[in-house]
């Protein structure tokens, strides 16, 4: 009989959080009992929603409690645990395979709630209370249970190792100091953790800016596939009015446009999400990386910290990202501009020969499969009337003759300020994007001129060679002076024999990649010849230096 009212004593003084003794006992209005710490917690998590309940009966109350000590069950607790009975532990207590037992239990061993990193040893939640009421044993460093407290000890001393060789990158007694590491550079474990922990935090201030900088590449494609498909919707309408209005013969050609500008769709869709998805990816890992440093960093035990630590793999290099560069969010359009041009030049192509439509995949733009143009009649052909952007003119550019001649002044022109504007070179761009087959002429009078073609997210400002028409990777240029003639690309000059003339024709064939510089009036002389790969839409750009003019001229 006693020993059965022991035992039911011994199950009314189990918390019903922690499942174990009453620890300070507070009751709640309800009238239920808990450890304080425990009730305390679980209304720390419920904070936030301002309501408090009770575990076990989830009775409410709208303000938090104010908690008693239960002086009656604190007293019968201290009676159990002076005639020696505990209350037996749940299952869940006791330390299975992957735990750390406490190092002091006999028979079956507790679960450790402390590792001692002085008295390298682990304590249950009974064994550790002297590390609580002991004055000498209350400045022990207590860390969360570890399973590698024999690796803090000297194998060949014995000893606890809290110094740190830098001679030979590892943890070693104060024996080992004496001895084989005598005269090596030595320092504390904290010491050395100190620095350490200047590097992980840098590392994580690394991994934190690369992120940000792939979350926002990852914002600019998020917004080019929507622009892609925007623009493709458009352009599959506009070609499907336009095909109606051709007769039966081209049917199955409006059909192939439909085709292709889905099929660019999808491809240009799916590459957008493959850099999307390899982003993800990258995020998730530096994340994941940022997360591991932080738990490192968190740790108290400077040995582990600097076995965790120098055990990371290095953090692997990656290309800087942070400026994607995106062509202009005009895919499409130009399929429309070339169904309207095969419209108008169906009857006669249909009554010539056979031809076959050829789509550009890469490009986006609709061409009839024709030879490359040998004479000036058929460049004329592809002739395009270009006009200068007053937006893009350098302050000692002149434009005259309806924006299409650019002449260089000593006196700054009054330009209203525009984030377009050419800053550091006395350059200007043309207004037109130039895709498929285009030809245009250019006249320069004076010292020298520069006719360009590039990229239109060439840089304004900043360094010279930035901005400057053929000294970096988006632009090229043919530069012209009296006595000699230069090609410019990437800051590398090609020099140029041949005639010396006033006037020069270009020729683009955006989807072969071609680009040549002829010199006229005359039999077309072909000056220079480049063949690339051009991923964006170009513009037609002048250089001009002092004293002299650029004209694109009317064909």
């Given at each position: 009989m006693a020993q059965s009212g022991a035992q039911l004593n011994e199950e009314l003084l189990l918390c019903s959080l922690c499942l174990d003794l009453l620890k300070d006992p507070v009751t709640a209005s309800c009238g239920h009992s808990y450890c304080r710490k425990c009730l305390q917690h679980h209304w720390d998590v419920e904070e936030v929603r301002r309501v408090y309940s009770c575990p076990q009966c989830s009775r409410t109350f709208t303000t938090r409690p104010v908690l008693e000590k239960n002086t009656m069950l604190a007293a019968l607790v201290e009676n159990l645990k002076k005639t020696g009975l505990q209350a037996a532990p749940a299952d869940h207590c006791y330390a299975g395979a992957e735990d750390v037992a406490c190092d002091f239990c006999t028979g079956r061993k507790l679960k450790a709630f402390k590792s001692c990193l002085v008295c390298q040893a682990s304590y249950c939640d009974s064994h550790l209370q002297p590390h609580h009421d002991v004055a000498p044993l209350q400045k022990h460093m207590l860390v969360e249970p570890t399973q590698l407290l024999q690796e803090n000890i000297c194998p060949r001393h014995d000893e606890v190792m809290k110094i740190f060789c830098r001679t030979d990158q590892q943890m070693i007694c104060y024996l080992c100091s004496v001895d084989e590491h005598k005269g090596h550079d030595t320092v504390s474990a904290a010491a050395e953790r100190t620095e350490r922990q200047r590097e992980l935090e840098m590392t994580r201030q690394e991994i934190q800016q690369r992120t940000q900088h792939k979350e926002e590449d990852l914002k600019v494609?998020?917004?080019?596939?929507?622009?892609?498909?925007?623009?493709?919707?458009?352009?599959?309408?506009?070609?499907?009015?336009?095909?109606?209005?051709?007769?039966?013969?081209?049917?199955?050609?409006?059909?192939?446009?439909?085709?292709?500008?889905?099929?660019?769709?999808?491809?240009?869709?799916?590459?957008?999400?493959?850099?999307?998805?390899?982003?993800?990816?990258?995020?998730?890992?530096?994340?994941?990386?940022?997360?591991?440093?932080?738990?490192?960093?968190?740790?108290?035990?400077?040995?582990?910290?600097?076995?965790?630590?120098?055990?990371?793999?290095?953090?692997?290099?990656?290309?800087?990202?942070?400026?994607l560069e995106v062509p202009p969010l005009t895919y499409f359009e130009d399929v429309t501009a070339a169904v309207s041009k095969l419209r108008d030049k169906m009857q006669e192509v249909l009554m010539e020969t056979p031809t076959h439509i050829t789509w550009t995949v890469r490009n986006v733009d609709v061409s009839l499969d024709e030879p490359e143009p040998s004479s000036r009649e058929d460049f004329l052909r592809y002739s395009r009337q270009i006009t200068l952007d007053p937006n893009t003119a350098n302050n000692n550019l002149l434009l005259s003759e309806a924006n299409r001649k650019a002449t260089c002044m000593e006196e700054v022109q009054s330009y209203c300020y525009h984030s377009d504007r050419f800053t550091a070179a006395q350059q200007v761009l043309s207004i037109e994007s130039l895709t498929g087959r285009c030809y245009w002429e250019v006249k320069w009078r004076g010292r020298w001129a520069g006719i360009a073609v590039t990229y239109r997210n060439i840089s304004r400002s900043g360094w010279f060679e930035e901005s400057r028409f053929g000294f970096n990777k988006r632009s090229c240029r043919l530069y012209c002076s009296s006595g000699e003639y230069l090609f410019n690309h990437n800051a590398i000059s090609t020099n140029i024999s041949g005639p010396e003339p006033s006037r020069v024709g270009v020729y683009l064939d955006h989807k072969a990649g071609l680009l040549c510089f002829y010199g006229i009036p005359g039999p077309m002389e072909l000056l220079h010849r480049v063949q690339t790969t051009f991923t964006q839409p170009l513009h037609a750009g002048l250089w001009v230096g002092p004293g002299s003019s650029a004209e694109l001229m009317k064909l």
């Open positions: 494609l998020q917004k080019e596939v929507k622009s892609i498909s925007g623009s493709a919707d458009k352009a599959v309408k506009d070609s499907e009015d336009i095909f109606t209005q051709m007769i039966h013969v081209l049917e199955k050609r409006r059909c192939e446009v439909q085709h292709q500008v889905r099929s660019t769709q999808a491809a240009e869709v799916s590459r957008v999400k493959d850099l999307q998805k390899k982003l993800e990816q990258e995020i998730t890992e530096l994340k994941r990386r940022d997360a591991e440093l932080d738990k490192i960093s968190h740790t108290l035990d400077h040995s582990q910290f600097l076995h965790n630590f120098s055990s990371l793999p290095a953090l692997s290099q990656s290309p800087d990202s942070s400026s």
